[in-house]
């Protein structure tokens, strides 16, 4: 059998060799899964974002106190970032996805 993707062939019946096996990375999503199905999965994430959205706020007020537009726009876009991860992580919790 043969497929052709973005202008290259390639021989699918040809043995190749692959980093990651498929059990490999069935393993990996069903950890993945494990974690973010747990409460303590997302209530670690959920803090992570909460001192990302903190730090933001601190990146910004000095981007304003000294004059540096770049710190500003980035310490805004790790609030925003660190916000809306958070309540993305504590409403999934909440919808009964446990």
């Keep these: ?11 699918l019946d ?3 060799p692959r ?3 498929d059990d490999v990375v069935t393993t990996l999503i069903i950890a993945l899964e494990d974690i973010m199905t747990s409460s303590d999965g ?7 974002a909460v001192f990302v959205a903190l730090g933001g706020i ?8 000294f004059d540096e537009p770049s710190f500003f726009r980035y310490g805004i876009a790790g ?7 958070f ?4 409403n999934s919790a909440r919808d009964g996805n446990s």
């Design 19 to 21: 980093l990651l096996t």
């Design 79 to 85: 609030v925003v970032g660190g916000v809306a991860c």
């Design 42 to 48: 997302r209530m670690l994430f959920s803090a992570i």
């Design 14 to 16: 040809q043995e190749r």
């Design 58 to 65: 601190g990146v910004s007020i000095r981007g304003l106190l």
């Design 1 to 11: 059998m043969r497929r052709t993707i973005a202008a290259r062939t390639l021989d």
């Design 87 to 90: 309540v993305w992580l504590l």
